[in-house]
């Protein structure tokens, strides 16, 4: 039997005391594991991933990272358990070159980082050629890129990935993907919150539709993307299953 490396047991949590966005969330993924939890707008998805990582405490329920209960742990010492979290937004330090962010990236670790930069350079040859540029110049999906690659440098059990695909175009939206995929491929575990639902769910080992801050629908990527139900409520009018 599979010994989850995450488990979030009946979860209420917000930003506001007595009103909770979470109403009673169940979520577990497995090591190695690409899991994606979609669902509309204010359903609760990034609040989800916030409270894992412990940006919000939850006011009910139980978050067990590697056997451990984490629930009112602080993000740095969540971090030195193996967990990482890339938001959605101001991801990377825009005034510091390519290579400065993947250092701040490794600050809690101690000798040579050589192998650890070449071997993110490697996953994303596009950093490599920049790696002496500032990050705020960079374009939009290189940002992102820079952002998981910063992440990477902690070589974490679990990464969570808060809106990876948001405001790029479909070519890097594509290459984003790819790249995620690719870090799950290394035996990272992934959950990735997305709002392109399709492409999440396609290339997902399992998926979660949130709703209202509960968790409506459970399976496989693909049982989820070829779902009716799933289909008309979250994955656009014109869905159709193929």
């Given at each position: 039997m599979t010994?989850?490396?995450l488990?979030?047991?009946?979860?209420y949590a917000g930003?506001?005391k007595?009103?909770?966005i979470?109403q009673?969330?169940?979520?577990?993924?497995?090591?190695?594991?690409?899991?994606?939890?979609?669902?509309p707008?204010?359903?609760?998805?990034?609040?989800?991933a916030?409270?894992?990582f412990?940006l919000?405490?939850p006011?009910q329920?139980e978050?067990?990272?590697?056997?451990?209960n984490?629930?009112g742990?602080k993000?740095?010492?969540?971090?030195?358990?193996?967990?990482?979290?890339v938001?959605?937004i101001?991801?990377?330090?825009?005034?510091?070159?390519?290579?400065?962010?993947?250092?701040?990236g490794a600050?809690i670790?101690?000798?040579s980082l050589?192998s650890?930069?070449d071997?993110?350079?490697?996953m994303?040859?596009?950093?490599?050629?920049?790696?002496r540029?500032k990050?705020g110049?960079?374009?939009?999906?290189?940002?992102?890129?820079?952002?998981?690659?910063?992440?990477?440098?902690?070589e974490?059990?679990l990464?969570?990935?808060?809106?990876?695909s948001?405001?790029?175009?479909?070519?890097l939206?594509n290459?984003?993907?790819e790249q995620?995929?690719?870090?799950?491929?290394?035996?990272t575990?992934?959950v990735l919150?997305?709002?392109?639902?399709?492409?999440?769910?396609?290339m997902a080992?399992?998926?979660?539709?949130?709703?209202?801050?509960?968790?409506?629908f459970?399976g496989t990527?693909?049982?989820?993307?070829?779902d009716?139900k799933v289909?008309?409520?979250?994955?656009?009018?014109?869905?159709?299953?193929d």
């Amino acid at each position: 039997m599979t010994t989850n490396i995450l488990e979030v047991k009946n979860v209420y949590a917000g930003y506001i005391k007595d009103l909770n966005i979470l109403q009673g969330i169940n979520f577990h993924i497995a090591p190695g594991e690409l899991v994606a939890v979609i669902g509309p707008n204010g359903a609760g998805k990034s609040t989800l991933a916030k409270t894992i990582f412990g940006l919000l405490s939850p006011n009910q329920g139980e978050i067990i990272f590697q056997g451990k209960n984490i629930r009112g742990l602080k993000s740095d010492k969540i971090v030195k358990r193996g967990m990482c979290y890339v938001p959605q937004i101001t991801n990377v330090f825009a005034s510091l070159s390519v290579d400065e962010n993947l250092e701040m990236g490794a600050f809690i670790r101690t000798g040579s980082l050589r192998s650890l930069k070449d071997t993110i350079y490697n996953m994303f040859p596009k950093l490599g050629s920049r790696r002496r540029q500032k990050a705020g110049t960079l374009s939009g999906g290189e940002r992102q890129m820079l952002a998981m690659g910063k992440a990477l440098m902690l070589e974490p059990d679990l990464l969570l990935l808060d809106e990876p695909s948001a405001a790029l175009s479909p070519i890097l939206v594509n290459s984003v993907f790819e790249q995620v995929k690719a870090i799950n491929q290394t035996g990272t575990a992934i959950v990735l919150v997305e709002q392109n639902a399709k492409k999440a769910l396609a290339m997902a080992d399992r998926g979660y539709v949130l709703e209202n801050g509960k968790d409506r629908f459970e399976g496989t990527g693909a049982d989820l993307l070829n779902d009716p139900k799933v289909g008309e409520l979250y994955l656009g009018a014109a869905y159709k299953s193929d």
